[in-house]
């Protein structure tokens, strides 16, 4: 029997996306315009050395990281490809938790009402985009292929270390900096959203399968954002580069790179045209 890959308008309610693509590409041009704001105009916008070691190198990384997988993500699934139908959600996800950061610890100044509104639009297009998804139909096609119980079991621990490990960063520390607080209640707000998604996965609910592999696709970007920023950042400040700890955060963030390898493998596998009608019922 032929086989082909799964096609994205398969899996939405209705392919209504023109709007979405549009949304998607006004948050991308407002992050990258603020990003390169902050790397040219860096002394107006940050002016602490808390909020240039915060920031600076973290433009660079929006730049070269964020940027893509938004655009990247939004191509792919523009080829009616399943993968980046499903990856769009992560590219989402990580502007939102990474531009909370900033709406909370900048300054006013010029830019900063562009942070909120990256926020809200990212938020407003994600709940847009979810709303296309026919979940049941993906939860047919990825049921037992996607590694789903593993999946799941990751996004649910990383989310209760994360939100125990934030919580206590904001109960025990009195005089920590704006940039700490904003940081810690960002990983809180991802670190429910990390339980929430790995609870549906186990249950083997459809909303687990329309969002895991978006969820494990953040998780992986955002511990490679960290790997990079622990390399870049000394380079900035002129210190040495803490070569032990990178090795540290390289290892843990396997506990996710595998388990979004397996599910994403699972949503590539080709499909069976015979059984597609199947699928879809």
């Known amino acids: 029997m032929v086989k082909q890959s799964a096609s994205a308008n398969s899996f939405l309610v209705k392919d209504d996306m023109k709007w979405i693509n549009i949304g998607t590409l006004f948050v991308t041009v407002l992050i990258t315009l603020v990003s390169l704001a902050g790397l040219v105009f860096t002394n107006v916008l940050y002016p602490t050395e808390e909020l240039v070691l915060s920031f600076y190198v973290n433009d660079i990384l929006t730049l070269v990281i964020g940027v893509p997988i938004l655009l990247g993500s939004m191509r792919i699934a523009n080829r009616d490809k ?5 990856l769009w959600p992560g590219a989402f996800f990580f502007m939102i938790y990474n531009y909370i950061i900033y ?12 942070y909120p509104i990256i926020v809200v639009f990212s938020i407003l297009l994600l709940v847009r985009l979810i ?29 209760f270390v994360f ?14 900096l704006i940039t700490e607080i904003a ?26 399968y329309a969002l895991g592999l978006g969820m494990l696709f953040q998780g992986s ?24 700890e990178i090795l540290l955060v390289i290892a843990m963030g396997f506990i996710v790179f595998i388990p979004f390898a397996l599910f994403l ?11 597609e009608k199947d699928i879809l019922v």
């Open 82 to 86: 399943l993968a980046g139908l499903l």
């Open 103 to 114: 709406a909370i610890s900048m300054p006013i100044n010029a830019v900063y009402v562009v």
């Open 131 to 159: 709303s296309q998804f026919n979940n049941i139909a993906i939860q047919k096609y990825l049921r037992g292929k996607v590694a789903e119980i593993f999946g799941g079991s990751v996004l649910m621990l990383l989310g």
């Open 163 to 176: 939100v125990g490990r934030a919580i206590s960063k904001l109960v025990a520390n009195t005089d920590i």
């Open 183 to 208: 940081l810690n209640l960002s990983d809180v707000i991802l670190s429910i959203s990390w339980i929430i998604v790995g609870l549906w996965l186990l249950r083997k609910n459809e909303m687990g």
């Open 221 to 244: 970007m955002l511990f490679i954002g960290l790997i990079a920023l622990m390399i870049l950042q000394p380079i900035l400040i002129d210190a040495q580069i803490a070569f032990e």
């Open 265 to 275: 493998r699972g949503v590539l596998k080709k499909k069976e045209i015979g059984r």
